[in-house]
């Protein structure tokens, strides 16, 4: 049986995943893992947003910010169990992406990156100076999510890492499924029309305006439920998740991959995560490397750098 | 009853009078041409139609309704549907995906069913995909369906754009130079296409350079110089105008079939 795109995409991923562990050297790489698929996550969300419908935003850390910043609030003000937190934040994300992009996407052009760029930075300048709830900028902490030690009741011996390693995969899979899902449906066909020519996808009824927002609400979702992975597995939160810095992160992560592409975004994703890790000169000008590896990209490997290699090979094999 | 009647209509780009007062109106089944030399507004007289562009004055009534200044998204509601003479492809989607688009109004459900792939989402898939195999039969391109619509010949991606405008299954089809760069028999096979579409109902405004095909086709023609109405009538009146001699057939030029502004 000859298997979808669809299908080959999630048992690559699901390989990749189930197969990483192992080649790891040490018990660490689960730690690290964890982050790749953490990230990736809010990186099939911008596959969306950016990759199918063509829309840039700059703040979607903002999203991730009220992800994460739910799961340490809503345990102590609300009593919520910190699972309950995370989908109130992606609740909240996902109505202030609605109330944020609704006016903004009735207009053309690059306005949702000008106007997100300014939601990211004011919520971290919220979470920063509102010391008394957020504990300001050295961070607050997160409740346990409690899983863990469900499973360990049950008599599944597994570290805290390597809990967080299946479940931000797990995570990741159901991103990816839901992104490839809506890819092939009439939802998915009406956001890639738009950004292939707006007018023709106006002609052939799409409601262009409320297109781009679906889009751009489910990529908020995504960020949302990322930060919030990052927080129940780090136990802590800081303001820098919401940062200008993160948001800029996770695009050059989509268009480095190939924002087309759910698998060339999670390639992205990690490429980007392991990088700091491995060479330690990444981590002190990050920022410079990351403008470095967006320019780059743009001017020889427009389509990503998968979807390019891939295209490159099959040249070559043809 | 008029299925479209514009009236009245004119546009201004600066001070520039585009299109000015230009009236006609269109019955189910009927082919209208719009023709004129080069810049004479029939292309800006199609975006003010299908809701481009919005009209400084005037009105559009489609069925009665008026749709003056109505987004394209909600004139295709109604049953409008175009082609453009600028191909307007979506380049990085399939042949087969691109008249898929077109069952759009008829496809889309709700945006959870298509992200976990509910049953009713892949069967309003499946549906889009055999009609629009259908539809690729019909203009000549079932077998290029699973090729990039980017790979397709310029000729192709015209008898492509109509296959996606069908798939709306318009009352009024605006067709913008659909015979533009295609050889004489893809020629012949679109202005065949055009007449069985109207055969089965759909009004066709036509704008078209290749004056035989404007000639057999057309139940009426209009014809703009300079943005405005200079005559209308049956192919046989409109070629006998003196008007339309001057303006736009040259003086010299009695030969109407190659009369290219």
Known sequence: MKLSAKQSTLLVLILIIALAPFFFPSAFYFRIGSVVFVNAVAVVGMVILTGYAGQISLGHAGFAGIGGYACALAPVYLGLHPALAALLGALISAVL????????????????????????????????????????????????????????DRG??????????????????IGAWLALNLHESATGRALRALHGSEIAARTVGVDVARAKLIAFVISAIYASVAGSLIALQNRMITPDIAGYMHSIEMVTMAVLGGAGSVLGAIFGATILTLLPQVLTVFQQYEQIMLGLVMMLVMIFMRDGLLPSLVARVRGRGE | MNLLTVEGIGIRFGGLHAVRDVGFSLKAGEIVSVIGPNGAGKTTLFNIISGVYIPHSGRILLESDDVTGFDPYLLARRGMSRTFQNLQIFQAMTVLENV???????????????????????????????DARVLLARVGLERAAEREASALSYGALKRLEIARALALNPKLLLLDEPAAGCNAVETEEIDHLIVDVAKEGTAILLVEHDMKMVMRISNHIVVLDHGEKIAEGDPATVSRDPRVIEAYLGTQGQDANHAHG
Not at chain 1, 111 to 137: K, Q, R
Not at chain 1, 159 to 165: A, D, E, H, R
Not at chain 2, 102 to 113: A, Q
């Open chain 1, 97 to 152: 992406a609605y109330l944020v992009g609704r006016p903004i996407l009735r207009l053309k052009g690059y306005y949702l990156a000008v106007a997100t760029l300014g939601f990211g930075i004011l919520v971290s300048m919220v979470l920063s100076n509102e010391t008394a709830i957020t504990g300001g900028p050295d961070g607050i902490k997160v409740p346990d999510l409690g899983l863990r030690a469900w499973l360990v």
């Open chain 1, 156 to 173: 599944l011996k597994i570290s805290n890492s390597q809990f967080w390693y299946w479940f931000s995969g797990l995570a990741l899979v």
């Open chain 2, 100 to 130: 898929m688009t077109g069952f759009h109004l008829r496809e889309s459900g709700p945006v959870l069913s298509d992200l976990l792939a509910l049953p009713s989402s892949r069967r309003r898939s499946r549906e889009a995909e055999s």
